[in-house]
């Protein structure tokens, strides 16, 4: 089993930044494909980025050029940096872990909200 806890969620204005943690434990491993999905109220959950053991990284469009992932391996934890962040970005966040198509754990969530 790998337990997923997310930090960071807040209330942010238009154009500000605010950094997502998820700490990963129990039996996790490197090889693992960690990403950040997101819900917002009436909307399905929607991929934000995902990144590899090897620091290869993917992101939706909406988010490509404003948001960033890292993971660090020997912490068992993965991070989003989110910049210039819009109203539409408001939702609940998800980590993600992913040992393969059929096996994947979440986290609880954290909720981010922009707003003035």
């Known amino acids: 089993q790998v337990q997923l806890v997310e930090f960071g969620g807040a209330l942010v204005q238009p154009g500000g930044s605010l950094r997502l943690l998820c700490v990963a434990s129990?039996?996790?491993?490197?090889?693992?494909?960690m990403g950040w999905y997101r819900q917002a109220p009436g909307k399905q959950r929607e991929l934000v980025a995902t990144?590899?053991?090897?620091?290869?990284?993917n992101y939706a469009d909406s988010v490509q050029g404003r948001f960033s992932i890292s993971r660090d391996n020997a912490k068992n934890t993965v991070a989003l940096q989110m910049n210039s962040l819009k109203p539409e970005d408001t939702a609940v966040y998800y980590c993600?872990?992913?040992?393969?198509?059929?096996?994947?754990?979440w986290g609880q969530g954290t909720q981010v909200t922009v707003s003035s």
């Open positions: 993600n872990a992913r040992a393969s198509l059929l096996l994947s754990y």
């Open positions: 129990g039996s996790i491993t490197s090889s693992y494909v």
């Open positions: 990144i590899t053991s090897s620091g290869i990284t």
